[in-house]
């Protein structure tokens, strides 16, 4: 059972683009991160969001928790190639991480 | 910084065969964990460990076995492999949530493993 689904599941996109993905869920989590993974690399820790509603920012990502604590979004400002990668979310319960299905982001120079 | 080593980046096995894949973590972290990771299906939990010698059931644990002999590795074993075994097999490792909440897995770069 797959219970974080996100979206788009692929996305190319020019240079200087903004951009938006999508990590949704019927249940609730305790904790949301995402992840970022290259080519022949793991998954690495981008951001933890804990709070309902809570925003973070990593630069030129904008990270958002869904007040109910079901959803998140990541949104990208004017996207660079060093953006390219598969963008993970991953939902804490019960001291276990269940992933998403994946982003896999193409940003074209 | 936390150093997640997988023992193999790439395996080819034959069907039937008994494979072993090895991690080993050198931040002292009581969690482990594997995965598997297909395109579409994002990474899938097959099984984690909370200390040495105990071991629970991810989402996807049949066909695979693990043992945790020593708190630093974590093995997984295909009892006997099948072509539907084939796919990128990630570790990864974290304090337990327990004790310091929300805590970042940080993960091996993953071994790539065909089963002919």
């Known amino acids: 059972t797959q219970l974080l689904e996100q979206s788009p599941q692929f996305l190319s996109i020019q240079e200087g683009e903004n951009l938006t993905v999508y990590c949704n869920s019927s249940?609730?989590?305790?904790?949301l991160q995402w992840y970022r993974q290259e080519p022949g690399e793991g998954p690495v820790l981008l951001v933890t969001?804990?709070?309902?509603?809570e925003v973070k920012k990593l630069k030129r990502l904008t990270f958002q928790f869904g007040d109910a604590r079901k959803d998140s979004s990541l949104h990208i400002t004017a996207a660079q190639p060093g953006d390219t990668g598969l963008y993970l979310c991953?939902?804490?319960?019960?001291?276990?991480?269940?992933f998403g299905t994946g982003t896999r982001l193409k940003v074209l120079a | 910084d936390v150093k997640v080593t997988q023992s193999s980046r790439y395996l080819v096995k034959r069907t039937g065969e008994k494979v072993f894949l090895e991690c080993v973590q050198d931040?002292?972290?009581?969690?482990m964990f594997w995965y598997r990771q297909d395109p579409g299906l994002g990474l899938r939990l097959i099984y984690f460990?909370?200390?040495?010698?105990?071991?629970e059931k991810g989402d996807i644990p049949e066909g695979y076995s693990v043992s945790r002999e020593k708190k630093e590795r974590f093995s997984l074993i295909l009892e006997s492999a099948s072509t539907n075994q084939t796919s990128m097999y990630l570790c990864?490792?974290?304090?337990?949530?327990?004790?310091?909440?929300?805590?970042?897995?940080?993960f091996g770069d993953g071994t790539r493993l065909s089963i002919l």
């Open positions: 969001v804990v709070t309902g509603g």
């Open positions: 991953a939902g804490e319960r019960a001291y276990k991480y269940i």
């Open positions: 460990s909370y200390d040495v010698k105990m071991k």
């Open positions: 249940s609730v989590f305790s904790s």
């Open positions: 990864a490792s974290s304090l337990p949530s327990t004790l310091i909440s929300n805590q970042p897995q940080h």
């Open positions: 931040m002292d972290h009581e969690n």
